[in-house]
C-alpha cells in the first residue's frame, strides 16, 4: 500500500509551468510535515523545503538554494500536498519525491514514490 | 549550504562490516544530534535506517548502527548481505535558516 501517492511522470517544455502532487492516505496528514527532496539524473538527494498542513498559516520553509524557484503548497481538504514551477527550465529535469518529516526526532519517516519531471524543448 | 561529505564509495564482503562517513561542520552535524542515514536502492525510493544519531526505526535490523564525534558521523553496516548493496546518505538539521542537508552519498557494494 502507498502512503505517499505521488502523481506521475511529467514531460514539459522550458517556460511552462507544473505542479505535481503528493496525496496521504495515512490520516495523519496535519501531524507532521510534508517535505520535498530532488534527485537529479545520477545525482543525490537535495533538500527543496517543506510545509506543515497543521498549521493555521501552513507555514512553509525553503532551502536556500530553492527559495523563489519552486511554491509548496498544501490542501488539508484532500490531504494533499503540492510543488510547482511558474517557469521551467531544463535544469529542473528530476526525480522529485514528497517524504513526511517529522520534527520531533528530524527524520523523513515516510516516502513517496518520486515523479519523475523532464524538461526539453 | 553545501552538502555533507561521504566517500562516494566503500565496499565489503558478506558478513564483514562497512562504515561509511558524513563529515559537515558545527553548523550541522556537529552542532545537532539530528543526523540519520537513508538507504536508496536503484530506482527506489531512500529509506530511513538511522535518525538521531543512533537510533533505529522499528523493522532495520540491528546490523545498522550509527554514532557521531566531532563534525563527522558514521554509519555501520556489520554482517553484510547482499540487499545492503544501495547508496547511502546522511541527513543533518543545519539550523532555523538553513534547515537540513543531505550528504554527496556512498554506493556500498557487497563483493
Known amino acids: 500500500e502507498v502512503q505517499l501517492a505521488q502523481s506521475g511522470a511529467e514531460v514539459k517544455k522550458p517556460g511552462q509551468s507544473l505542479k505535481i502532487s503528493c496525496k496521504d492516505s495515512?490520516?495523519?496528514?496535519?501531524?507532521?510535515?510534508v517535505a520535498w527532496v530532488r534527485q537529479m539524473p545520477g545525482k543525490g538527494l537535495e533538500y527543496m523545503g517543506m510545509?506543515?498542513?497543521?498549521?493555521?498559516?501552513?507555514?512553509?520553509r525553503y532551502s536556500p538554494s530553492f527559495q523563489g524557484h519552486v511554491t509548496i503548497s498544501a490542501d488539508k481538504s484532500i490531504n494533499t500536498a503540492y510543488l510547482q514551477w511558474s517557469s521551467l527550465k531544463a535544469s529542473d529535469t528530476a526525480i522529485y519525491y514528497c517524504?513526511?518529516?517529522?520534527?520531533?526526532?528530524?527524520?523523513?519517516?515516510?516516502w513517496g514514490q518520486g515523479t519523475m519531471v523532464s524538461v526539453s524543448s | 549550504q553545501s552538502a555533507l561529505t561521504q566517500p562516494p564509495s566503500a565496499s565489503g564482503s558478506p558478513g564483514q562490516s562497512v562504515t561509511i562517513s558524513c563529515t559537515g561542520s558545527?553548523?550541522?552535524?556537529?552542532?545537532?544530534?539530528?543526523v540519520s542515514w537513508y538507504q536508496q536502492h536503484p530506482d527506489k525510493a531512500p529509506k530511513v535506517v538511522i535518525y538521531?544519531?543512533?537510533k533505529r526505526p522499528s523493522g532495520v535490523p540491528d546490523r545498522f548502527s550509527g554514532s557521531k564525534s566531532g563534525n563527522t558521523a558514521s554509519l555501520t553496516v556489520s554482517g553484510l548481505q547482499a540487499d545492503d548493496e544501495a547508496v547511502y546518505y546522511c541527513?543533518?538539521?543545519?539550523?532555523?535558516?538553513?534547515?537540513?542537508?543531505f550528504g554527496t552519498g556512498t554506493k556500498v557494494t557487497v563483493l
Open positions: 517524504a513526511r518529516f517529522r520534527s520531533d526526532t528530524d527524520v523523513f519517516d515516510m
Open positions: 495515512t490520516y495523519t496528514f496535519t501531524h507532521y510535515w
Open positions: 510545509i506543515n498542513p497543521g498549521d493555521s498559516d501552513s507555514d512553509t
Open positions: 558545527s553548523n550541522d552535524v556537529g552542532g545537532y544530534n539530528y
Open positions: 538521531q544519531v543512533s
Open positions: 541527513y543533518s538539521y543545519a539550523g532555523v535558516n538553513n534547515q537540513g542537508v
